[in-house]
């Protein structure tokens, strides 16, 4: 829930892992419950394979490919 902005408006934001945030207006009434319902979209996702290796090993790769 993010403070009441400069219009004097209320908004929320729902987000999770691996989805695009929404974000919302809410209306909230003093003494009363208020309920914002978010559908998020899923961000597209692939797969990458691979070695990965760090200086280290580069170092050592590149010895044994020369000696």
């Given at each position: 829930?993010?403070?009441?902005g400069?219009?004097g408006?209320?908004y929320?934001?729902?987000?999770?892992?691996?989805?695009y945030?929404?974000?919302r207006?809410?209306?909230?009434?003093?003494?009363?419950?208020?309920?914002?319902n978010?559908?998020?979209?899923?961000?597209?996702?692939?797969?990458?394979?691979?070695?990965?290796?760090?200086?280290r090993?580069?170092?050592?790769?590149?010895?044994?490919?020369?000696g």
């Open positions: 829930m993010h403070p009441a400069e219009d408006e209320t929320s934001q729902s987000d999770a892992y691996g989805f945030f929404e974000t207006e809410v209306t909230i009434e003093e003494e009363e419950t208020s309920e914002a978010f559908i998020l979209e899923e961000m597209p996702s692939g797969e990458i394979e691979g070695t990965v290796v760090n200086e090993d580069v170092n050592r790769l590149k010895m044994l490919r020369s």
